[in-house]
């Protein structure tokens, strides 16, 4: 550690009291910054997610407009006949 110190200095580190050190206006200006940055990155996503449609493939041997697990043939809302 260097030992030599202007005395400026020497006077300011003695007047500085490290039980008062906050973080001021910087450290609220940077919370306020993240904050701001988080809401606008939700909102970003939640406007592009929006615009997703989830719609899924067909499995294969699947007919295009038949929803998963329907029976050829077999209506939309109909529950499929017991296998015996």
Do not use: Y
Not at 44 to 62: H, I
Request: charged share 15%; glycine share 10%; hydrophobic share 45%.
């Amino acid at each position: 550690m260097n030992t030599a110190m202007h005395p400026a200095a020497a006077q300011l580190l003695a007047a500085f009291d490290t039980n008062k050190v906050t973080p001021g206006i910087l450290g609220f200006l940077v919370f306020a910054a993240l904050g701001a940055g988080t809401w606008w990155i939700l909102k970003a996503m939640n406007r592009s997610l929006r615009r997703v449609d989830f719609v899924e493939a067909p499995e294969p041997g699947q007919a295009p407009g038949q929803a998963p697990g329907q029976v050829p043939g077999q209506a939309p809302g109909e529950a499929p006949e017991p296998k015996l």
